[in-house]
């Protein structure tokens, strides 16, 4: 029991090291359904938005290229296959993940899934990304990460895109219980 408690400490404590990255700030619409994102993924393309470039010494279509191999290697459960590629015709309804990349700290995921976008000036080493679950103009899903990736192609990057993907399309989401008790006067 001991070095099971061990073995679980120091997994824990490798997680944190530094450099590791984080996600954190996750939210979920209540009408997100892992289900459904299943059923309109699974062995079919799935639109993704690239806004921003968190590498400045890399021209912005060229991260683009050099980063779609990086999130298909680090994709969620399903047999999905990311692409750049908008639909010829708008599909109702209409499925996206988005990543915003220095994103304006004021950033809404309602706004993201508007096309409404705004950047903050890059933090010099550090790559930080807001992530949102579309269904139309609804957030379903939306997180935020950082790491101090130096490229595409840099471990961290897929380490991070990982652990997003895997709280943007979780299975479980948290189950909002009511309070306990309440509040007299």
């Known amino acids: ?15 944190c090291a ?8 996750a939210d979920y619409n209540p009408a997100y359904d ?3 994102f ?6 079919r393309t799935f639109h993704v938005i690239v806004d921003g470039n968190p590498f400045p010494s890399i021209a912005p279509e060229e991260m683009r290229r050099r ?9 969620p459960r399903p047999r999905l296959t990311f692409t750049y590629d908008a639909p010829a015709e708008r599909q109702r309804p209409d499925y996206r993940l988005v990543l915003v990349f220095d994103a304006a700290l004021d950033l809404t995921a309602a706004r993201v899934c508007a096309n409404e976008v705004r950047h903050r000036p890059n933090r010099n080493g550090t790559v930080s990304v807001f992530g949102v679950y579309c269904r139309n103009d609804a957030a379903l899903s939306q997180s935020v990460a950082s790491t101090p990736a130096s490229s595409p192609e840099d471990p961290r990057m897929g380490q991070i895109l990982q652990s997003l993907f895997l709280v943007l399309f979780t299975d479980q989401p948290p189950i909002r219980q009511p309070l306990p008790f309440t509040f007299m006067r």
């Not at 029991?1 to 997680?15: E, N, P």
């Not at 530094?18 to 700030?25: D, I």
């Open 67 to 75: 980063l779609l191999p990086v999130m298909q290697a680090n994709r």
């Open 34 to 36: 892992f289900h459904e």
């Open 38 to 43: 299943y059923q309109v993924t699974n062995g």
């Open 1 to 15: 029991m001991r070095r099971l408690l061990a073995l679980s400490f120091a997994a824990l404590l490798a997680a």
């Open 18 to 25: 530094p450099g590791a990255g984080s996600v954190g700030g």
